[in-house]
């Protein structure tokens, strides 16, 4: 899955994304709603160093989640598994592009187990916790099983709860429940 994890720059923002799909000569990247500013052409970091201009499709605020079309290049798209399909205590990698102060971001990877199966009470999101590590600049990266599947796009971390600190909350929004929401706004739903 490595060759499909992108890195993103949107205004001053950062972040991670993976290809999903190509059709026509157009690839589809996911990442997190949050991740994008309200640049509608965000930048796309290759890890060969290469820079390619995409365009957002759309984004679902509630839910975390965006879309970007990419016309050059050709990328490679990253294998779907199913969420459905993990257990707890199954291990789990993250991909990404962390922030580290003054170090030029490259591709990390961190390796966990899922923890819990969570949904949001807020808005219904469907969650995979691991304790696998999610940084800053990892937000729309892919949670991938050992199959090198992608089961989920990494969302968060929680470090306090109520006023306690936490350790190992790292969530990812997962991939059955993201699909059908990324879909819709490929088709401009």
Do not use: C, W
């Not at 995979?128 to 940084?135: E, F, L, V, Y």
């Amino acid at each position: 899955v490595r060759p499909a994890v992108v890195q993103i720059f949107s205004g001053g923002a950062r972040g991670s994304g993976v290809v999903i799909r190509r059709e026509a000569g157009i690839v589809y990247v996911v990442t997190n709603s949050h991740v994008l500013t309200s640049s509608s052409a965000p930048r796309i970091g290759l890890e060969d160093g290469r820079r390619l201009i995409g365009q957002m499709v759309g984004r679902d605020v509630a839910h975390d989640l965006a879309v970007i079309r990419v016309t050059e290049g050709d990328l490679e798209i990253a294998p779907l598994g199913s969420s459905k399909e993990m257990r707890l205590g199954e291990e789990v990698i993250t991909l990404g592009y962390p922030i580290f102060a003054g170090i030029d971001s490259t591709l990390t990877v961190t390796i966990g187990v899922v923890s819990a199966f969570v949904t949001d009470l807020t808005d219904g999101t469907e969650l995979i916790q691991t304790d696998a590590s999610i940084n800053k600049g990892n937000s729309g990266g892919p949670l991938v099983n050992l199959r090198g599947e992608v089961v989920g796009i990494n969302t968060s971390v929680v470090r306090l709860d109520n006023g306690f600190e936490v350790e190992g909350v790292n969530l990812a929004i997962a991939i059955d429940f993201a699909l059908p929401i990324v879909e819709a706004i490929i088709a401009g739903e």
